[in-house]
């Protein structure tokens, strides 16, 4: 299901997700676009493409999600890896948990006095 473009304004952070269909043993995913906090489940913006990982096919409105990520979405870090395997420019992505955390570790292990 699909909002209409008046209640987009509602919206607050939007990301780029994966969206579990198909059944147990032949799991495959839809690209959507949908509020960040939302349940897969709901409702979502846009659907963008798919990916299935047995076959590991993909496909995916390459304009569509330029769109949406100049508009400020962000991609999951899967969605993230599977743009940039496909050559989709993407735009500087805000820091991920791991990555702080291993900058922060680095930073730690920097400064620790050697015994």
Do not use: C
């Amino acid at each position: 299901m699909t909002l209409s473009a008046s209640s987009l304004i509602l919206f607050g952070m939007l990301s780029i997700k994966l969206k579990l269909i198909g059944k147990k043993g032949q799991r495959s995913f839809r690209v959507i676009v949908q509020e960040a906090r939302a349940k897969l489940g709901g409702k979502f913006v846009e659907d963008l493409g798919w990916y299935n990982p047995h076959s590991n096919k993909f496909e995916i409105k390459k304009d569509r999600v330029l769109h949406w990520l100049d508009a400020g979405a962000q991609p999951t870090e899967t969605v993230s890896q599977l743009l940039k395997k496909h050559d989709v420019k993407q735009p500087p992505r805000l820091d991920s948990r791991r990555e702080v955390d291993a900058r922060q570790e680095e930073k730690t292990a920097r400064t620790a006095p050697e015994e």
